[in-house]
């Protein structure tokens, strides 16, 4: 099996699919986003419903770092291709960090103060309501002994 696996045919088979089923994943990510507009469109939604396809990264980010193990970092770095690859998995990366700071941002935030802008803008955002906000008047300069 590990033989026909090695074979250019085979391994060109595997990876299309394997990325046939990556789009397969955002496009019913992006179909449940759309039946669900009012949990999707706020902030407040769930970490787990646009990560579905993160599983599928993380397997291609596990394939790369098999990739530099046996070629050695060198070799790997000469091939333009990988380049390629390493935007890729940084993008992909960097979209689910900054989608867990926000979740993070937003936890704490509510957690300090859940009457705050701040709560709100993290969490609320985007719902019915709108948050009725206090507006005092600007704080008057000392007059000038001048």
Excluded at 7 to 17: A, G, N, R
Excluded at 50 to 76: A, D, P, Q, T
Excluded at 113 to 131: I, K, L, N, Q
């Amino acid at each position: 099996l590990g033989q026909i696996v090695r074979t250019p045919v085979i391994k060109f088979l595997l990876h299309s699919s394997s990325y046939i089923w990556f789009l397969v994943l955002l496009l019913v990510e992006s179909i449940i986003a759309q039946q669900f507009r009012d949990v999707s469109s706020s902030r407040n939604q769930p970490i787990y419903v646009n990560s579905l396809h993160m599983v599928w990264v993380v397997g291609f980010f596990w394939y790369e770092c098999k990739e530099v193990w046996i070629e050695g970092l060198r070799s790997y770095l000469l091939d333009w291709w990988n380049f390629l690859d390493i935007v890729i998995l940084s993008m992909y990366l960097a979209s689910f960090a900054l989608r867990i700071v926000v979740y993070l941002s937003g936890q704490l935030y509510c957690l300090a103060d859940s009457a705050s802008y701040y709560c709100f803008y993290f969490t609320d955002a985007g719902e019915c309501h709108t948050p009725t906000l206090i507006v005092t008047d600007p704080p008057q300069r000392p007059s000038s002994v001048w």
